[in-house]
């Protein structure tokens, strides 16, 4: 593929425009908002100056990579392209309406794209009149700096695209996985109790969350507690993932959304961006000490790592993915310290199966269900590697 096309000229399309840029692709970058394609070119421009201070590419050569963007305010720029990523907000009859419009301007062969991060791709693709064009794939923000891309075929999606997207991806320097399309894909899906479980610890009164942070951080090796993250990503963006994860999974108690949570959106007490989420961010504001009591961090580390693990395990039952790639997805999109089902194996199976039978049988709740894979493993004596 030579001439790549934009939909969307925010972070996420201009991100994803450098990167195909970089490895020499053709780029159109389209957005009907004329004043986001001149900040997403003043914002290259500002990304190769610092790129070329630090050496990492001389002034002809981001100069190059730069010429190779082209900005458009008409769809009609996309008539020579051989794909199409669209990457603007997420709702499902936009979407729609942006992939109809651009079926009728491209040529029969162009592939068309979503880089939606939970939305039905096969939704997305019954607008087409060819939808076994249409396929998903997700980057993760920043496109440039992330290695993970997740490829997403829909049912109708034609044999062969997700492998030819696979190597296209790869060659523009990235790392792909293919999943089944469900809600949430592979790391969305994975990574919820990561935020569910230690919310529920915290409205438990287990612990409070600076603890709750320590314990996965310092015991765990998760770079950043759950607290802190979803204080980082805000909970106008966490909270609806989960809300819209726990929708689409028919209302599965395993992800069930939690009004603490809610009550911080609702409270537009977003996070770091609106200087209060789960922390308090205002100037001189100190966060608490978290406890030093080893028993208690083990224990909090345990519950939440089980649960991440029996989500991983559930979703290589269900062939979501394969082993390898849902762990890939998991080390390299979302920064985990190890692959889960890798760590599944370092934990032992059976303990991961004991924890979670005692939590079923204290709370009798479908959340703290185990994954039929794990007893049968533990049955027949198996490790996942």
């Known amino acids: 593929m030579k001439k790549v096309g934009i939909i969307g000229g925010g972070a996420m399309g201009s991100g994803i425009a450098q990167v195909f840029a970089q490895s020499g692709h053709a780029v159109v970058l389209y957005d009907t908002n004329q004043d986001a394609l001149d900040r997403s070119k003043q914002n290259l421009a500002k990304t190769f ?19 190779n963007i082209e900005y458009a305010a008409d769809l009609n720029a996309f008539a020579s392209c051989d794909l199409i990523i669209e990457a603007i907000i997420e709702n499902l009859e936009i979407k729609k309406t942006v992939f ?5 301007i491209v ?10 991060s939970s939305l039905s791709i096969a939704s997305i693709a019954s607008a087409c009149a060819k939808p076994e064009r249409v396929i998903g794939i997700h980057f993760f923000n920043p496109a440039p700096l992330m290695a993970l891309v997740e490829i997403i075929p829909a049912v109708q999606t034609r044999e062969g695209l997700a492998e030819e997207i696979k190597a ?20 969305n899906r ?6 569910s479980e230690a919310i529920r610890l915290l409205e438990e009164g287990v612990a409070d969350a600076e603890t709750i942070d320590y314990a996965m951080t310092s015991v765990g090796g998760f770079r950043m507690g759950p607290f802190e993250l979803m204080d980082f990503i805000g909970h106008d963006v966490n909270y609806r993932v989960t809300e819209s994860i726990f929708e689409s999974f028919f209302y599965d108690p395993r992800f069930k959304p939690s009004f603490s949570q809610k009550r911080l959106f609702e409270a537009g007490f977003y996070g770091r961006k609106s200087g209060r989420g789960f922390y308090n961010y205002a100037e001189g504001a100190e966060k ?14 345990k519950r939440v790592l089980v649960m991440l693990i029996n989500e991983a395990a559930d979703a290589l039952f269900l062939n ?5 790639d849902l762990d890939t997805a998991m080390t390299k999109g979302v920064n985990y310290p190890k ?35 794990i007893r049968n493993m533990v049955k027949a004596n198996q490790t996942f590697y």
């Not at 109809?100 to 009728?104: C, G, L």
């Not at 994975?190 to 935020?195: G, Q, S």
């Open 168 to 187: 296209l991806i790869q060659s523009v320097g990235k790392l792909p996985v293919i999943t089944k399309d469900t809600p949430g894909f592979i790391v």
């Open 190 to 195: 994975v990574a919820r109790p990561f935020y």
């Open 107 to 116: 040529s029969e062969n162009c592939i068309l794209a979503s880089n939606t």
């Open 100 to 104: 109809k419009n651009v079926e009728d």
């Open 320 to 324: 979501i993915a394969t082993k390898e």
């Open 288 to 301: 608490k000490a978290p406890s030093q009591d080893q028993a208690l961090l083990e224990k909090i580390y």
């Open 49 to 67: 100056e610092k790129l070329v201070a630090k050496e990492k590419y001389t002034a002809e050569k981001a100069q190059e990579i730069q010429n």
């Open 339 to 373: 692959g889960l089902l890798q760590w599944a194996d370092e934990y032992g199976i059976e303990n991961v199966q004991n924890d979670l039978d005692e939590l079923y049988n204290y709370y009798h709740e479908d959340r703290y269900r185990l994954s039929p894979i």
